[in-house]
């Protein structure tokens, strides 16, 4: 009979909301619980079966010399290692400190900040140690979850789309807002996940699940340009929850030059 696997659930910088997503996928909870040892996970329970761990989600972003450090501990001791979310896979919003000077935000929100101990940048987990996986979205999508949990139970490849949210709009049946109503809409470029919410009540995608595969930022970027969308609102657009994944802060860049 071979062992039950062990997860891990790890935080670094972030709000938490991803990690609970995985107390929050309801009945599926318990059919986790009952194929997989929940083996380190402080949200959930103070009590710690020691590694190796088969699994290990990862949420948050490294923002700190001691997170640099951690990260590489939790790499040795984690077989597979998943990132979960903004934070951990592109940096989160606290990566809007990578365009600005941290010096100046800690003066201003400190009383004391030669006691902060800080990195100049916030980065995901995949600048610091290799990554297995990673699932994105701001929060993840519960149904995702449970599909990669699954798909490393039973030792296959996640069936996670690279799709745009364009694509969820047309399968739930929603009229597209940035053609029908001339609302900016970020969905053409972001990765599918959440099944096209926002644009189902009537507003545009603000882009929390990260670029999709091969976005055509410069055709989007056109299309706003149109509808009277500014470089300022763009570039401000696409430096939101992955203002530090790669597409979008290289095409950000390029539109604030
Ligand atoms: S509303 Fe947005 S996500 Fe939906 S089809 Fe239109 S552009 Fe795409
Ligand atoms: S439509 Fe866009 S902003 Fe809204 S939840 Fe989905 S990915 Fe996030």
Redesign the pocket.
Known sequence: MTATPKLAVWKFASCDGCQLTLLDVEDDFMDIAGAIQIAHFPEATRAVVEGPYDLSLVEGSITTPHDAERIREVREVSRTLVAIGACATAGGIQALRNYADVGDFLKIVYAHPEYIDTLATSTAIEDHVEVDFELRGCPISKKQLVEVIDAFIHKRKPNIPGHS?CVECKLRGTNCVMVAQGIPC??PI?QAG?G????AYDRG?????GPAESPNIDSLASWWSDLGVGRVDLVRALRTFNAYSPEFREASEAYER
């Open positions: 949210v970020m969905g972001t959440c096209a919410i926002c644009p995608c603000y882009g929390c699940f």
